[in-house]
């Protein structure tokens, strides 16, 4: 599995070599004691200038390499104030534009000179490494692009939640229709820097996707509970393009389809409905004029059966009344599966008689639907009472109140959790989550809680595999490997056998989907992202792919520059002036992209901290005084004209809002939220964080807005607080609007419940991701502000305000809790400050302007930085260039404090950052990527050793069928080496004429068979023929059988088309059978109206033996002739109510029915 690619630096301040030694220091945390005279006399020995950054950078562009781990949306920008570097073609104008980017230095006097920073120890060390990025990960086979991750915030009401692939497009189903790839194209560019695609004009939210390759369509089933087709083949005209037939199929969701071996369309949705679509009607109103669809809707909308009730008997339903999540038609038996997420119930395709009913466990079940009875011990836990005070009782100060409201909001919080828990997970860890057939005959399915069950085509469970703990989301096969995905947006690679041979993190959120084309597996991420993974990965292929990449990495480096500006203020319950504000931020703001504000105390109390720990624990949060700061900022930002508010979020006091200049909106988005109580046993927001995560150019940044515990003496509290926020802070709720109504429409296509539970499971049990790490640490920027209530140590008011009137910073830096702290690396490791040189921002008497303004009141609290702000950046060492290794770089241009604003005991604090940039330009990295495909010497011979097709034989190429003989097809693979995946499909079916020939052949449904062709399959190797047999459902055989294949056994009246495998030099026996005559139902509205038998002699239908190689998705076909050449007759079997049948006189045609 992928490891993180992070740095192994150490301590980035032992690797300058330009700066002073560094001095012994010592943590406050120990609490050393220092005389008043040792203080007197090292006072003024300390320089302002400790620690700077050299001027002297040298910049190698030739150490460009690698590639990243994350995989964002990029976009361009034309705006000149962002510093956008548009892409240049040539290799040598991109350099010389790198490197005049990098090698950009202010003039001396310039007012934007980065400013010296102090770094903290123990950034390079476990959880608080710097991750590095790169443009090729070389934990993982590269990938196509085929859509960039796409942010959140711009796909509002098109979020894409399923994808199929024909032989050369790829469909999504979207929430408001669908889409598709030609993938002919798939190297180019179009829109959201995708390859280009087409849309079609809006529906209902797409659920399901189905490919009915013999008729060139695509079948949706929709939340509006309609089933709608689409053509594959498209007239483009740049509009949107439009559904053919469709008809009200359920009233529900359709949330599963399938067509079956017969090339029936089957349709599952909510309560364990599920209806059958025959063929013969969909083809007949596939037939109908387009003035004559509203007759065609209507012919197959009444002509369906509903199993459901044909297996209720008495008022007693066998089948489960569980959605119908999962549909597979298991061709090479002539079966299908249905399952829900606790069982799963076994049809004939044919007869559509229900086989079997079993649970996840194989256990066969006999079951009786009662009404859902709520569980009594939930209904116990629901049932909490909050005791009150007795009448004797006095009340016993603020501290009692939220002592009490602390207990009872935490044994609230505890019984919502394990009510959660057990409605959402209980026995739920077992429930399936995905379903495929293999070309070996298995069938597999994947649980929520990781593991991989293996099951035979009779529904009997071989066994489990469980290669990774998070949950199964999708399953993709094709020849003798099976793709996984799962919840961590990991993607694993199996062996028929189950055997692990890879696995990579695919995506970084949930793989929904996948699907085979073009020689690709394609995954569809939660975020909307699609990849494309060779099919031969892990192989080979992928190190010179990687190599081929990394070598043309500057062609698709862009570098941006933008401008942050941070500020902290501990506004003690009090409300801000306009000119306040002004002050503060407005007149900071004007030259800036990003504004972030985090403020503390904004309203405080004993009651309200507890209605807050309440609010938090059903999910809301605000408040209408945290509302008007908001408002107040945003008209001192002049929000709407000149920004736009992105984010925010509040917890308590805590306040934390994110504001982004318009124009620099569209590269801003995902905009998450998150909120760590620390205070009273870490259930109150009194002490605690906030946080904001963002991705500003594909990269990511959070921004927390922090308040720890207050008191002199509380140094290792404060520190336990920073480490309790670092490690335990997870980003999920949207935190506005437009996100919380983007995740509403996502949650109503129904992304799958295993998601949303198994992410409510991992956040429960503080699983941050897939390697443990915390979810900040992932981050490229973090920036820390808030107030951290650190104090000056070891010194009295009376020295403080000395040295404070004299400007003597330098001296009482070195009595600073917080940077002795850091100097120790017990907080904020690897984290950077600006070199302070503003006076102490806490604590004053309100109103009160000047440094006169100190507390002057008996307690005399001594004056402390206790306002900060702090970051951390991509850098693993104090100097590195911006690159797509590097891809974050930023340097402080102004830390100051906003000495004359007096609302409140501390002064606002405000920082302006200059951060540079370097991210991908997809469209171009994939021009790249398919120029490399198509034109490498090394991947061209590659690939063609690997993609070859294995040569193979048929025995003839006609059969005919009379006196119910059966004719054997022998399928040879003359290759010594390579596997042979086959199958056999009915390409169409004919009336043979007088004259004996045939006419048009017309498919059915996904090239199903005609039900009067019969077929079973055996294999041979060599001379000495093995014969597989089924004795009730255990496979067994005769002789020594080594052979991979699909056991297809010959049942009267059922159809067994083949598909297998084929080892190097063996020979698959396919036996082929026909029923002279078969009963034919008709149904109206569910209800069997007609019973008949027809005549099938005289009929031929043109067979496909299709061959795949293990390596690609090319075939080669063999085309064999199936005819039975005595005349047609057909018999009408009336239906009576008492179901007695009477055989009529009437002889029609074939043809004319």
């Known amino acids: 599995m992928e490891e993180r690619i992070e740095d192994d630096d150490g301590d980035v301040l032992a690797a300058l070599s330009n700066v002073p030694p560094r001095r012994k220091s010592h943590s406050h945390s120990q609490q050393l004691e220092i005389t008043g005279s040792q203080r007197r006399n090292t006072g003024r020995k300390h320089s302002l200038d400790e620690v700077r950054i050299p001027?002297?950078?040298?910049?190698?562009?030739?150490?460009?390499?690698?590639?990243?781990?994350?995989?964002?949306?990029?976009?361009?920008?034309?705006?000149?104030?962002?510093?956008?570097?548009?892409?240049?073609?040539?290799?040598?104008?991109?350099h010389e534009y790198t490197s005049q980017f990098l090698e950009m230095k202010p003039s001396p006097n310039d007012h934007n000179r980065p400013l010296p920073e102090f770094v903290a120890s123990g950034g390079g060390n476990g959880i608080f490494k710097v991750p590095i990025r790169a443009a090729v990960h070389p934990a993982r086979p590269p990938s196509l692009e085929l859509r960039p991750h796409p942010l959140r915030e711009t796909q509002f009401g098109g979020f894409l939640r399923t994808i199929v692939c024909t032989e050369t497009q790829l469909w999504a189903g979207q929430e408001s229709g669908l889409r598709f790839w030609n993938l002919s194209d798939a190297y180019g560019a179009g829109a959201?820097?995708?390859?280009?695609?087409?849309?079609?004009?809006q529906t209902s939210p797409t659920m399901c996707l189905i490919v009915d390759a013999g008729n060139r369509l695509v079948w949706t089933g929709h939340k509006d509970g309609k089933i709608r087709s689409w053509k594959m083949d498209q007239s483009l005209d740049g509009t949107p393009f439009r559904e053919g037939l469709s008809w009200q199929a359920h009233r529900p969701p359709v949330l599963s389809m399938v067509i079956t071996s017969y090339g029936d369309l089957w349709s599952g949705s909510e309560g364990g409905v599920i209806k059958i679509w025959p063929w013969e009607a969909i083809e007949k109103s596939l037939s109908l004029k387009m003035e004559e669809r509203h007759m065609a809707a209507l012919l197959v909308e009444r002509s369906y059966i509903d199993l459901r009730s044909q297996v209720t008997i008495n008022g007693v339903c066998n089948i489960s009344a569980s959605d119908v999540k999962y549909l597979l038609s298991d061709n090479s038996r002539a079966k299908v599966w249905s399952a829900g997420f606790l069982s799963f119930a076994l049809w004939d395709a044919r007869t559509r008689e229900l086989l079997k009913v079993f649970n996840v466990d194989g256990q066969t079940e006999n079951r009786v639907d009662l009404p859902s009875v709520q569980d009594s011990t939930i209904?116990?836990?629901?049932?909490?009472k909050f005791v009150s005070i007795s009448k004797k009782e006095k009340p016993q100060g603020s501290f009692g109140f939220l002592q009490r409201s602390r207990n009872a909001i935490m044994g609230a919080a505890g019984a919502v959790r394990r009510v959660a828990?057990?409605?959402?997970?209980?026995?739920d860890h077992r429930r399936t989550e995905a379903l495929v057939l293999t070309r070996d005959g298995m069938i597999w399915t994947g649980c929520m809680n990781g593991l991989l069950v293996q099951w035979d085509g009779n529904g009997n469970r071989l066994q489990d595999f469980h290669h990774h703990s998070f949950a199964v989301q999708c399953f993709c096969t094709f020849g003798s490997r099976i793709w996984v995905g799962y919840l961590s947006g990991t993607v694993q690679v199996l062996d028929l056998e189950g055997n692990l041979l890879g696995g990579w993190v695919a995506h970084g959120s949930p793989v929904l989907k996948m699907a085979v084309g073009a020689d690709y597996v394609f995954t569809l991420a939660n975020h909307g992202g699609i990849r494309g993974w060779n099919i031969t990965s892990p192989g080979p292929l992928d190190n010179i792919l990687c190599s081929e990449l990394a070598s043309k990495e500057l062609l698709y480096t862009k570098l941006e520059n933008l401008k942050l500006l941070t500020g902290t203020w501990n506004v003690g319950q009090e409300r801000a002036s306009h000119d306040s504000l002004r002050t503060w931020l407005g007149s900071a703001a004007s030259d800036v992209d990003i504004v972030v504000v985090g403020l503390q105390e904004v309203e405080m109390g004993a009651g309200f901290l507890a209605m807050s720990a309440a609010k938090e624990t059903v999910g809301l949060e605000g408040s209408s005084i945290g509302q008007w700061w908001m408002d107040t900022i945003g008209k001192t930002l002049d929000e709407g004209s000149t920004f736009e508010r992105v984010g925010s979020r509040q917890l308590a006091g805590l306040l934390i809002a994110v504001w982004v200049r318009k124009n620099l909106i569209p590269h801003v988005g995902d905009v998450d939220a998150a909120a760590v109580p620390c205070g009273f046993g870490r259930a109150i927001g009194n002490k605690g964080a906030v946080a904001l995560r963002m991705r500003v150019y594909d990269r990511m940044m959070c921004f927390v807005n922090c308040h720890f515990a207050a008191h002199l003496e509380a140094v290792n509290r404060r520190n336990a607080d920073f480490d309790h926020v670092y490690r335990t802070m997870i980003f999920s709720r949207p935190s506005n609007l437009l996100n919380a109504a983007a995740a509403g429409v996502s949650t109503a296509v129904q992304i799958h419940r295993g998601t949303n539970k198994a992410l409510l499971r991992s956040q429960a049990m503080g699983v941050h991701s897939e390697d443990g790490k915390p979810e900040l640490s992932e981050a490229d920027m973090i920036t820390f502000l808030g107030d951290f209530n650190y104090r000056l140590h070891g010194i009295s008011y009376d020295e403080a305000r000395d040295f404070v009137s004299q400007r003597c910073f330098d001296w009482l830096r070195e009595r600073d809790q917080l940077r002795a702290e850091m100097k120790a690396g017990?907080?904020?490791?690897g984290m950077r400050e600006a070199l302070i040189k503003f006076p102490p921002t806490y604590k004053f008497e309100r109103h009160r302007a000047g440094l006169s303004g100190y507390d002057s009141s008996e307690k005399k609290r001594i004056p402390a930085w206790c306002d900060r702000i702090l970051y951390r950046d991509s850098r693993s060492a104090l100097v590195s260039e911006c690159n797509l290794e590097c891809p974050v770089v930023s340097s402080i241009l102004q830390y100051e404090a906003c000495m004359d604003v007096t609302?409140?005991?501390h002064k606002p604090v405000r920082c302006i950052f200059s951060v540079n940039i370097a991210h991908i330009d997809e469209s171009i990295r994939r021009q790249e990527f398919g120029e490399i495909i198509g034109s490498d010497k090394k991947i061209k011979s590659l690939l063609e050793k690997l993609c070859d097709v294995p040569e193979t034989t048929v025995s003839t190429n006609n059969i005919i069928l009379q006196n119910h003989d059966t004719s054997i097809l022998r399928i040879t693979n003359k290759c010594r080496k390579d596997k042979a995946i086959f199958e056999i499909i009915c390409q169409g079916q004919s009336t043979i004429k007088e004259d004996g020939q045939a006419s048009d052949h017309r498919p059915r449904g996904a090239f199903g068979f005609p039900q009067w062709v019969e077929g079973s399959m055996n294999q041979v190797s060599g001379i000495a023929k093995l014969?597989?047999?089924?004795?009730?459902?255990?496979?067994?055989?005769?002789?020594v059988y080594d052979c991979q294949i699909v056991l297809l056994v010959l049942w009267l009246n059922q159809v067994t088309p083949a598909t297998g495998i084929i080892k190097p030099g063996q020979i698959a026996e396919v036996s082929v059978h026909h029923q002279e005559f078969h009963t034919l139902e008709e149904f109206v509205d569910g209800i069997p109206q007609n019973w008949w038998c027809e005549d099938t002699r005289g009929k031929e239908v043109i067979l496909a033996v299709n061959v795949w190689g293990s390596c690609t998705t090319e075939t080669r076909s063999h085309r064999i002739c199936v005819r039975h050449c005595f005349s047609a007759k057909k018999i009408h079997i009336d239906s009576r109510p008492n179901n007695s049948i009477k055989i009529e006189g009437n002889i029609f045609n074939p043809s004319e029915f």
Not at 75 to 92: K, M, P, Q, T, W
Request: proline share 2%; with cysteine; charged share 25%.
């Open 192 to 201: 959201e820097n995708a390859a280009p695609f087409h849309e079609s004009a």
């Open 421 to 427: 828990v057990k409605g959402a997970f209980g026995d």
């Open 379 to 384: 209904e116990d836990e629901m049932k909490i």
């Open 903 to 905: 609302g409140s005991d």
């Open 55 to 94: 001027n002297n950078i040298n910049i190698d562009i030739d150490r460009f390499y690698d590639s990243s781990d994350d995989e964002f949306f990029t976009s361009c920008s034309s705006d000149a104030s962002i510093g956008s570097f548009c892409v240049l073609g040539n290799l040598s104008q991109r």
């Open 1027 to 1039: 014969i597989p047999a089924v004795w009730n459902g255990k496979h067994e055989s005769v002789g």
């Open 826 to 829: 017990k907080v904020f490791q």
